[in-house]
Every structure is written in C-alpha cells, then in structure tokens.
C-alpha cells in the first residue's frame, strides 16, 4: 500500500531527477544507524500564489540539526532554500508537504559516519491535516505515554534527527493500539516534554504556557509562530514547565506542529478537557490559518513565494 502520490521531481544532490529515480543502495548507512536530520515544511496556495511558510527558519534548523550532528553538508542555506523552491516549481502542485533530508550515504559500514559520503535530498508531496480534519474541529484525544522522551544527554531532541523518531514511533503506536489519536511525552524529570511530532501548549485561566527548550523539547518553528500569536493577541504567555496532573485540570490544550497545525485535545487518558470548547485554542487556529494562506498582511514577511 502506498499512500503517497507519486510527483514529477525529487532534488537529489544538487539536480531534480525523475520520482522513480530518487533511490538509495540498501547499505545506505543512515539507513542503518539513523544517521540523517530532516526537516518537515509546507508550502499552501495563497493570493499571491504558492508560498512555502517559514523557509529560512526551517533551513536553518536543518543545518544546526547537521551541525550537531557533524555532518558536513556539500550544499549551503541559499542553496537548500533554492532546492526547495525548485522542487515545489517543478512539481507544479501548490499544497505540498516539504522533505529535506540529509543522510549518510554509501560508503562504509560500521558506526562512524564520517567515512560515508553525505547526500542531500529534498522531496515534496501532497500530505493533508495530520491528525484529521475532524481533530481540529472536535479536537483530539491523547494518552500520556509510558515511553520516556529523548534526553539530550543521549540524543538531543534540538537536533531534528532521524533516529530520535524511533522514540516517537514507540509512543505513537502506544497510543494507537490503545484507542487515542496522540500520544503526550514526559521528560527524564517526569514533566511534560511534547508530542511525538509536536509541541504542546496548556492554557488556565487565560495563561497559555508551554515547556521551555531545555525540558527536552524540539524548538518547532510553528511554536514560535504561536508565541508570535499570543503576543499580537495581548495573552499572557509563560514557558514553563508543567505536570501530567496538570494536562488534566487545564482549561485547554493544544499540540503545535508543521504537520498538525494548531490541533485542540479535547481528552488525555479519560479526563475531558475544559469545558469542551476552545475560544483561546480556535483564535490561534484561525491566526496561524490566515497566516500561512496568506490572508494576514502581518505574517507575509513569513512567505516565501515560489513564482
Ligand atoms: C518532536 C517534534 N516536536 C515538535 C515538532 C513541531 O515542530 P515544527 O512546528 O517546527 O514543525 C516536531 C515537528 O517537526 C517534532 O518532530
């Protein structure tokens, strides 16, 4: 079963190939040890044509992930922020799902990646809400995971790597098999970190806050939007670290990401959350929305048009 529509093009080391031929050798040695960061991003059709949100954020988080990483990149930012208008341009399809990734390509075996050469890729394709449409209208429900969140004592969860995604998947398959949509991460200390692809907020009492970036956290670029939102909405914002018991008695909760938007909880773990309604929740929703589509002048410096 594939579920991904093929496009036209891939950005492979510096060139669009064909779809079919954007292929690795199966001793790839990312493949093998998770050696690769990436990056998610999305481009949306706006009134001035396809725009691609946030590209130089996204661009630089790529390339601090590889710098973490010691991986040397034979591309530089202008180049990657090239890369990906390119491939959004030759597949012609405005509403895309952005993929750069960096790996560990063929070369040696065994665990010191610096003997295998680095490749670059950047791939796009059509990818809808994350969590569903009808999430984002009922809000979802999430389960508080038994797996502990990645600390960055042995993989740091700033970098966008790869083989931190094993994690997420062991939490999300937890939280599937269980009945929920979603699962919530708790760090080494035993508060809340985020979600297997997303950043958490809470909101009481008209306080929204979200844990900060050294509970363990990736810094999401739309958490930063949201923190921009909150701002130009006259909220009171903290980032601060709260407790399981506290997800349950929050008025709100909502997960942030590239892939999910700006996605309610209406449940964790049986407990219904607030009142069922999300005044603060929708606001931002409607906020980020209008700035990605390109409806709110004060966001479009955040636009990266593709024609
Ligand atoms: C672990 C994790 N946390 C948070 C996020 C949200 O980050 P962003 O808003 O930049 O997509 C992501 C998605 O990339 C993620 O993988």
């Not at 093998?32 to 960061?37: L, P």
């Not at 990149?73 to 922020?81: G, V």
């Not at 750069?100 to 394709?125: C, H, R, W």
């Not at 991460?185 to 985020?194: R, W």
Request: aromatic share 10%.
């Amino acid at each position: 079963m594939v579920g991904i529509r093929p496009l036209k093009k891939i950005w492979v080391d510096g060139r669009l190939v064909d779809w079919d031929d954007a292929r690795v050798h199966v001793l790839t040695h990312g493949l093998h040890y998770g050696y690769a960061v990436f990056e998610g991003i999305r481009c949306h059709e706006t009134p001035k044509g396809p725009a691609i949100f946030r590209l130089p954020e996204h661009t630089d988080r790529f390339l601090n992930s590889a710098k973490v990483y010691r991986m040397k990149l034979p591309f530089d930012r202008e180049e990657i922020n090239q890369a990906c208008i390119d491939v959004v341009r030759a597949n012609g399809v405005p509403t895309t799902y952005l993929r750069p990734i960096a790996f560990s390509g063929y070369g040696e075996m065994g665990l010191d990646p610096t003997k295998s050469p680095v490749q670059v890729a950047v791939v796009n394709f059509e990818w809808g809400a994350y969590l569903g449409d009808a999430g984002a209208e009922k809000g979802i429900r999430a389960t508080v995971s038994s797996w502990m969140r990645i600390d960055s004592r042995s993989l740091p969860p700033q970098a966008k790597c790869a083989a931190n995604y094993a994690n997420s998947a062991l939490a999300k398959m937890e939280a599937i098999s269980a009945g929920y949509d979603e699962a919530i991460l708790l760090n080494s200390t035993g508060v809340v970190a985020e979600g297997p692809g997303e950043n958490i907020f809470r909101v009481i009492k008209d306080v929204v806050s979200t844990p900060p970036a050294s509970s363990g956290i990736l810094r999401g670029i739309t958490r930063d939007s949201v923190i921009r939102f909150l701002k130009d909405e006259h909220l009171t914002f903290q980032r601060t670290d709260f407790t399981r018991e506290e997800l349950f008695t929050s008025d709100e909760l909502f997960y942030t990401g590239t892939a999910a938007g700006v996605m309610p909880i209406r449940e964790v773990d049986g407990r219904p959350i607030g009142t069922g309604n999300y005044p603060i929740t929708k606001r931002l929703r409607q906020r980020y929305e209008g700035a990605i589509h390109g409806r709110l002048p004060e966001y479009e410096s955040w636009l990266t048009y593709v024609r």
